[in-house]
């Protein structure tokens, strides 16, 4: 029996990063502490308020409709999507419809198989839209039964949905395009995604496709699981979501009592999903346009206006590092996925500095490693490109040894050097410990010399066959002379005591 | 003959040249409102002590010599649709008893920086659906010419409170006639403007594009007068227009030259009462005296103006009108077990018989597998009645029209036939389909004494035409000076 094909499509919740909502001129931030303060009669929705469109988020949608590769609509349209909840104060959520701004589109992921290869998936867009967030309900769950309290402050924030074809084949592909979304609205200063405070959501909708015992092809019945807010959360919820629907299928036989899409919850803390509502309780949401808000339509110049804003995609920049900079898949990934700044700052250093393989070593070693263990973020790393290109160009034109230049950017980092400019202070730093590599052979074949002869037995090790001697003796030059090349003392020892 | 039954013009006249000042006007409204309005019933709200208090500052500002708004003193009264943040606003419901807004609508801060005396929130049927404000949960409003007969609706208590002199302006909301009926009921001037116009931020909706905020005054002054202050462009309504306002006060006295109205054969049919018939005739005779060339126009697609409009305005009633829900403000039953039944029950018991009527047409034509049949076919009937009335204009300057069948009602004689009292808007409702400009003005009484209006309706953004029109005819007659009595009983 061949295995059963997974089937996933997701829809992806975007909260835009404007200023104020998408009504009104509320802030539009996240602010948990305070409820209700970031609220007027608008998004409060009271009797009279009237809604009026952001510009600003028309723009960032559109960015990210091209980003996305969409068609943008000639003509758009805001919708009323209405259904009783207490989040929701207008007991209607401000949607798009039937003409969403942006159609199609689709976003390449490369996705690790089973057997380790990496390969390209072609994830295809039904559209995006943009509508307004509801508030959020925060129930009592002490289990004392008190009251449920509602906060309006995330009512009204605007909110891109980005929905996918059900052309997602695994749980791992699911989690890889969900980081490439977020990424991609990271670099393009749509969104700061930040999947703690809400900004990045995702329902997922998953099926399977099995043969029976008859070599029939059946589909499983289409469940939604619902509110996947971290990256491991929709890779496990659809890892335990497919198995379920097998385990269900082997036990049904694919013969199903209701075949209706489900809504499932997920239970991160118990690793499992549960029925959340019946249809029973299916909404007819009686969309129809909103009359409080015209159409847009936006010009040809405008859209090209809002292209011109968009910056390299992660994807093409991951590819360009390879193929221009020479760089490995693997450190292009680690500098383009750890955002835009990061990759900015490395790319400043490797033009800077002339040596791209050079700058992503360092960068993906020394300059990520500092920021991880100080929890920090690029933009407040205290050495700059600059600075760190002019480092690494010392160490390429051989006027510094690598372990010199270390020891330099540790010094750098503890603020060593005095108060100037990063290649100041390098400078002071290199002439302080007396780091700047001996250029002169003369004086390190004297020092040498003087080595071997007051080490007669370490020498005669070596001459014998012995390597390992040689330690000793290289160790010993290095201590005299500060800043030694390595390399070019070792030679030197075997060519006197080799010759 | 109390100070306050003069017109607006008149009064601003004597409040600038020091004969009276805006306390004792106030005063005056107030001492009406106390002797006549318990058998009238257009109040909701008297704002008695804020009245009197902002006509003190107004008087002594204007004694210090200082810059004042345009209808400095003059005591107006807003209907209860209109978001007021120190005053409550009910929309005539149970639903909202008790609430006080926290913002003011758009026009109630023009009216403010007009240094207009707010004087009270007028009765309306609630949430301004109805067309004799019996449908308010707070009792009905009265023609103050005949107390056993409606005011109208469903601005009927702003209308009755300028006939009966309780204030010499009022603001109303005019969604299918909401304003021009009750005019005409009540013998004075009412005037829906143009979609757009007026802003409708803070006005509680109803039927979201439909609704216009209008004036209501004793002449054509007056209504010019109040339309200047209330129009205008804002930010905050994306469907408001930002087109300049005219002085609509300064052109009245300029005829229009060679005016040309239309009248449409289909308005004096079948069920036309025939003094109301009279009166639209008399009153075309008056504009054929003037020059005025009269001819007969066609608007082939009027005849499916009602169910357009009760299709179009429900469905948007049942969407506006669902954030009632006993949540976050308004009336919250204490009857339920769970949400669901707090949600049915607290709508169930604030919400009158004629709101549930229309919650429930409108979600039936939303409602999916239906929406294409009706809500989407009203809507290209109603690009089909817009087109009519556009070639109409092509050709004439102004509609002339009865507003109602008939005059108003005996209390009672309509609420227990809706599909009647549907019927009666039709004279009205293409006008709010076509976002066109309507106003309603005296034009004579029945034989029993009852105001008849003649309605005028002209192409969208050209009220300063409409108004110069209608003020042709009141120069000719003076329906608009005579004083309702109080008549008969009020049952």
């Known amino acids: 029996m061949p295995s059963p094909t997974t089937i996933i499509g997701l829809e992806v919740h975007v909260q835009l990063q404007t200023r104020t909502k998408i009504f009104c001129g509320c802030a539009n931030r996240f602010n948990p502490d305070e409820p209700n303060v970031q609220t007027c009669p608008v998004c409060l929705g009271l009797p009279g308020a009237l809604p009026v469109m952001n510009r600003r988020a028309l723009e960032l949608s559109v960015r990210a409709g091209l980003a996305l590769s969409g068609t943008i609509a000639g003509l758009t349209k805001w919708d009323r999507k209405q259904y009783y909840y207490p989040d929701l104060p207008k007991a209607y959520q401000i949607s798009q419809y039937d003409l969403p701004f942006c159609q199609g589109g689709h976003l390449d992921v490369d996705v690790e198989q089973e057997n380790g290869e990496i390969q390209s998936r072609h994830i295809r867009l039904i559209r995006v839209h943009l509508e307004e967030d509801a508030g959020k309900n925060l129930h009592d769950e002490s289990g004392r039964g008190g009251d449920s309290r509602v906060d309006l402050n995330r009512a009204g924030t605007p909110l891109l949905e980005i929905v996918s074809e059900p052309d997602i084949r695994s749980a791992a592909e699911a989690r890889r395009y969900l980081e490439e979304i977020r990424l991609l609205m990271v670099y393009l200063g749509v969104s700061d995604c930040n999947m703690q405070e809400g900004s990045l959501r995702c329902d997922a909708n998953v099926n399977l496709e099995i043969s029976n015992s008859a070599n029939e092809s059946i589909r499983t019945p289409i469940v939604e699981v619902k509110n996947l807010n971290s990256f491991r959360g929709v890779e496990a919820a659809l890892v335990y979501e497919i198995s379920r629907q097998q385990r269900e299928f082997e036990q049904c036989g694919g013969i199903y009592a209701d075949t209706a899409k489900q809504t499932r919850g997920w239970d991160a803390d118990r690793g499992v999903t549960f029925a959340q509502r019946g249809k029973e309780e299916a909404s007819d949401y009686r969309y129809f346009p909103d009359p409080d808000l015209l159409p847009v339509s936006f010009s040809d110049e405008w859209i090209e206006i809002q292209r011109a804003e968009l910056c390299e995609p992660p994807a093409d920049r991951r590819r360009r590092f390879v193929a221009e900079l020479g760089l490995s898949e693997y450190d292009a990934g680690v500098l383009v996925d750890r955002g835009r700044e990061t990759a900015d700052y490395f790319e400043a250093v490797a033009t800077a500095c002339g040596d791209a393989k050079q700058a992503a070593n360092w960068v993906t070693q020394d300059v990520l490693r500092e920021l991880n263990e100080r929890e920090e973020t690029i933009e407040s790393f205290p050495i700059d490109a600059q600075g760190l290109a002019s480092l690494l160009g010392m160490i390429t034109s051989g006027d510094l040894t690598t372990r010199s230049g270390r020891e330099v950017f540790s010094s750098l980092m503890n603020n060593q050097g005095g108060d100037g400019s990063i290649v100041e202070r390098i400078a002071s730093i290199v002439e302080e410990r007396g780091l700047s590599a001996v250029a002169d052979s003369g004086a390190l074949e004297t020092v040498i010399d003087a080595v071997i002869s007051r080490n007669e037995k370490a020498a005669e090790d070596f001459r014998g066959g012995k390597d390992a001697a040689i330690g000793k003796l290289i160790g010993e030059v290095m201590r005299e002379v500060g800043g030694a090349d390595p390399n070019a003392v070792r030679e030197t020892l075997i060519s006197r005591l080799r010759p | ?491």
């Open chain 2, 1 to 491: 003959m109390t100070a306050c039954r003069e017109p607006a013009s008149v009064l601003i006249e004597r409040l600038s040249n020091g004969e009276t000042t805006s306390l004792e006007l106030t005063e005056a409204c107030l001492a009406e409102i106390t002797s006549h309005d318990g058998a009238v019933g257009a109040f909701l709200h008297v704002a008695g002590d804020s009245a009197r208090q902002a006509a003190e500052s107004i008087d002594r500002r204007r004694a210090a010599g200082e810059p004042l708004g345009r209808l400095a003193g003059l005591p107006v009264a807003v209907k209860d649709v209109l978001v007021t943040r120190d005053q409550p606003t009910t929309c005539g419901s149970r639903m909202l008893e008790g609430w006080t807004p926290p913002y003011d609508a758009h026009t109630v801060e023009k009216l403010r920086d007009a240094d207009a005396v707010l004087i009270g929130k007028t009765n309306m049927d609630e949430f301004a659906m109805g067309s004799t404000t019996e449908n308010s949960a707070f009792g009905p409003t009265r023609t103050p010419w005949q107390l056993d007969c409606v005011a109208g609706g469903s601005s009927g208590g702003s209308a009755a409170a300028v006939s009966a002199g309780f204030a010499p302006l009022a603001v109303g909301s005019d969604t299918g006639g909401s304003i021009r009926q009750p005019a005409s009921f009540c013998g004075v001037v009412g005037l829906k403007p143009s979609y757009g116009r007026v802003s409708r931020y803070g006005l509680v909706a109803y039927a979201s594009s439909l609704d216009q905020v209008g004036p209501f005054a004793r002449d054509v002054a007056g209504a010019a007068m109040l339309l200047e202050v209330l129009a205008g462009h804002d930010r905050r309504d994306g469907t408001s227009v930002d087109q300049p306002v005219p002085p609509y006060g300064q052109q009245l006295e300029k005829p229009v030259d060679g005016l040309r109205i239309g009248i449409c054969p289909d308005h004096f049919g079948d069920g036309l009462d025939p003094e109301v018939r009279e009166a639209v005739e008399r009153a075309l005779d008056i504009y054929r005296g003037l020059g005025a060339d009269v001819q007969e126009i066609e608007l082939p697609h009027s005849r499916f103006a009602v169910a357009c409009y009760y299709l179009v305005a429900p469905s948007e009633a049942s969407s506006n009108l669902a954030r009632y829900d006993g949540i976050h403000y308004g009336r919250r039953t204490d009857d339920h077990d769970g949400l669901v039944e707090m949600y049915s029950n607290s709508r169930g018991a604030a919400f009158g018989t004629e709101v549930k009527r229309r919650i429930m047409l409108g979600t039936y034509a939303l409602s999916a597998g239906y929406y294409d049949a009706y809500y989407l076919k009203a809507q290209k009937v109603r690009r089909l009645i817009q087109q009519d009335y556009s070639q109409a204009f092509a050709d004439v300057d102004v509609i002339a029209s009865p507003v109602a069948p008939t005059p108003a009602v005996r209390l009672g004689q309509l609420t227990d036939d809706p599909l009647q009292m549907y019927l009666a808007d039709a004279y009205t409702i293409s006008a709010n389909l076509a976002g066109l400009p309507g106003v309603s003005i005296p034009a004579g009484f029945s034989q029993d004494g009852r105001p008849i209006g003649l309605q005028l309706l002209a192409n969208a953004f050209t009220e300063d035409r409409l108004l110069r029109a209608a003020a042709m005819h009141e120069r000719e007659t003076d329906w608009h000076l005579a004083t309702p009595t109080f008549a008969g009983d009020a049952c």
